[in-house]
């Protein structure tokens, strides 16, 4: 037995119970896919009622998908009996999908507020599950649970501001789980089951059909033919899958598995290989449509359309790739000292192999998500809707083209059609599981900070910290995110802090636009401060370096980022009014986050003092542009911000000795 869930036992290796759990784990997943799918058209049952069905089915694809990946729940209780809890777990999840379904307007209507024992029961049981669920992945959250479900009730022996009457047991179990407005089948679990399930399948069928795959061999092929320049792979793959990975962790394994050892192979040193696409991955946090999922959340907090969220993230993702972009060529520069611009031949010869098919599948998804943007923008469709019609497109043309271009009779195109098809439905499944059990877990601990009246002391003493200076309210806001991000996901990190902050933030003026944002970019932060980061782990698990080292390097190459975190603040129409004056304050902040990218990462002298002191004075230009306060003077300050960035560029790459062949 193993530490990672790896059973080790020579009579069930790990391939023999993936055959036999495959055909399980893919039912599971097609009726989740079939129910979906059937919501998505028709709209029957709404919401709430998909919600109590699919948040037990996500259930068993989570259990299904640890013997999927030849591994076990609990490592150290043999398989047997690993494989009989796995089925409790599912008989529990299959009883409660039948009860809460053929209950559910008795629950809502009949005994709302006075439930029987039978619905105590239901209740208990999945809230343990989901309990169950979050002590194996999130620790620090179970633990926030369990202190949250002990406040709740013996809140009477905390002092002062922290003490309460207390609440029954009960009351923490309804409140958490059958109550379906709230907790575990709350507001959270139906967004993710209504909304953003459909985005996922888009994903599935991009990764089934090898999508994803293409566009990572396209632009690593048009864009890796100078050594110096082969960092920046990393940066614009990412960006590209950021359009549909929705996570860092996972574009860094999509792009990452291409990238870094190309980078390697190039002669850039493992540390540097895993730090370029990690703090390039972190994009894929950023980028609409998915957004970490944060952005459909933000729309159900501010009671807006998707796309209106969209229509202002894709302007802080675009600063922020240009911000990567620039940090990594200065960056690589650094290492570049007297080497030559060119790569290797047999580098040259790797970067080379994309195919025809590979450009078609990169055409055709960037048209899909235009055509997405088109559908929500101009013909107001529903997120869901919309996502489901680019799906399905997808997936058509997909199927033409793999059926068309794969060479063979047609017995071996239908195989290889099948071998993507389910793909696809594997990688949904494998996707959309811990997103939805995550966001179950998040409504039933935010149910806890209601019931237990935390969060409105919280946000009574946030509103009186407000009242003394604005500044002192974001920067408790700022320490919140960091804490709550030190262990927790960036999803997670972002809904618990808004929940808190967003309303004193609002009550003293700032408006709810820029307040979202700026805790959503705390949760990004998060995602690779110290001292954890998932996506530095998996980019330095591929390059082979030390994940520490890594999670520092990324963190430095990602610091101009911050400094657009708080700029939102001086420069709210970026987020606040679409259009031209989006445009307008996007191309300040670009320039004055590009300027800071330039004097923390550049060289401008030789020698190490004047560097500096130059360099300082070109940190205090960027500071100037991003937050004097908006006018004539700030579009002035740009013309010499452009000129020291062209300067820096060519400096750092002279003093770096870079030598064309």
Same mark, same amino acid.
């Given at each position: ?38 919501? +998505? ?18 259930? =068993? ?24 809890? %796995? ?18 307007? %008795?629950? =809502? ?7 029987? *024992? ?72 139906? *967004? ?117 969220? @969209? ?39 790797? =970067? ?172 990004? @932060? ?30 430095? =190459? ?65 500071? +100037? ?17 452009? +000129? ?18």
């Amino acid at each position: 037995m193993t530490d990672n869930n790896t059973f080790v036992d020579k009579r069930y290796p790990a391939s023999k119970i993936r055959r036999f759990v495959t055909p399980f784990y893919l039912v599971a997943t097609g009726v989740y896919l079939a129910i979906s799918l059937h919501y +998505f058209t028709t709209g029957i049952g709404g919401a709430m009622l998909l919600a109590v069905t699919l948040v037990p089915m996500a259930y =068993i694809m989570w259990v299904l998908n640890f013997f999927f990946n030849g591994q076990v729940l609990y490592p150290r209780l043999g398989l047997k009996l690993n494989i009989a809890i %796995a089925v409790i777990y599912v008989a529990m999840c299959v009883v409660s999908i039948i009860y809460m379904r053929v209950e559910f307007n %008795a629950l =809502i209507y009949d005994r709302a507020g006075f439930f029987n *024992t039978a619905d105590k029961v239901i209740g208990a049981m999945m809230l343990g599950l989901i309990i169950e669920y979050t002590r194996r992945e999130h620790d620090i959250l179970f633990y926030l649970i369990l202190f949250l479900m002990f406040y709740s009730v013996y809140g009477s022996i905390f002092p002062g501001i922290l003490g309460h009457p207390g609440v029954s047991w009960t009351r923490v179990i309804t409140s958490s789980s059958i109550e379906i407005t709230l907790g575990l089948f709350g507001t959270y679990s139906q *967004t993710g089951v209504g909304v953003i399930a459909a985005f996922f399948m888009f994903l599935g069928i991009a990764q089934g059909f090898g999508v994803q795959e293409s566009i990572v061999k396209t632009f690593t092929g048009l864009f890796a033919k100078r050594k110096t320049l082969i960092p920046q792979t990393a940066v614009v793959t990412s960006m590209a899958i950021a359009t549909c990975s929705g996570s860092g962790a996972a574009n860094a394994a999509i792009t990452g598995q291409y990238t870094i050892p190309l980078m390697k192979r190039a002669g850039f040193p493992a540390l540097h290989a895993g730090a370029v696409e990690a703090s390039a991955s972190l994009g894929g946090l950023l980028m609409p449509p998915v957004m970490a999922i944060a952005g459909f959340l933000m729309a159900d907090f501010l009671g807006v359309t998707y796309f209106e969220v @969209i229509a202002r993230g894709y302007a802080p993702a675009l600063i922020f790739f240009g911000i990567i972009s620039m940090s990594v060529f200065l960056f690589t520069t650094r290492f570049m000292r007297g080497k030559k611009s060119s790569p290797e031949p047999e580098v040259a010869s790797a =970067i080379e192999g994309f195919s025809r098919t590979d450009v078609i599948n990169t055409l055709i998804f960037f048209s899909f998500i235009g055509v997405l943007i088109y559908l929500m923008g101009v013909l107001w469709f529903d997120a869901s809707k919309a996502a489901l019609y680019i799906a399905l497109g997808l997936f058509v043309t997909s199927s033409i083209i793999r059926t068309v271009l794969h060479p063979g009779n047609v017995g071996e195109k239908v195989k290889e059609w099948a071998r993507c098809f389910r793909g696809a439905i594997e990688s949904f499944g494998s996707v959309t599981a811990p997103l939805i059990l995550l966001l179950a877990m998040l409504g039933v601990m935010i149910n806890l900070f209601v019931v237990s009246g935390w969060m409105i002391k919280l946000m009574g003493l946030l509103a009186s910290i407000g009242e003394y200076h604005v500044i002192a309210l974001i920067a408790v806001g700022f320490l919140i995110g960091v804490f709550l991000g030190l262990g927790i996901p960036p999803s997670a990190c972002y809904i618990l802090s808004a929940v808190v902050v967003i309303p004193p933030m609002t009550r003293v003026g700032i408006n709810p636009w820029v307040a979202h944002f700026f805790l959503f970019f705390i949760a990004v @932060i998060s995602e690779y401060s110290p001292p954890t980061s998932l996506v530095a782990a998996v980019a330095s698990r591929i390059s082979g370096a030390s994940f520490m080292a890594t999670m520092m390097k990324t963190l430095q =190459i990602s610091l101009p980022f911050f400094f657009l975190t708080f700029a939102i603040f001086n420069w709210d129409t970026l987020l606040v009014d679409p259009g031209l004056n989006q445009v307008i304050a996007l191309i300040v902040l670009l320039i004055g986050c590009l300027t800071a990218a330039a004097a923390i990462h550049g060289n401008i002298f030789e020698q190490k003092v004047p560097d500096l002191v130059a360099r300082f004075f070109v940190l205090l230009l960027a500071l +100037f542009i991003l937050f004097f306060p908006k006018g004539i003077v700030s579009g002035i300050a740009l013309i010499p911000a452009i +000129f020291l960035i062209i300067v820096v560029v060519k400096r750092s790459e002279k003093l770096a000795g870079v030598k064309p062949e």
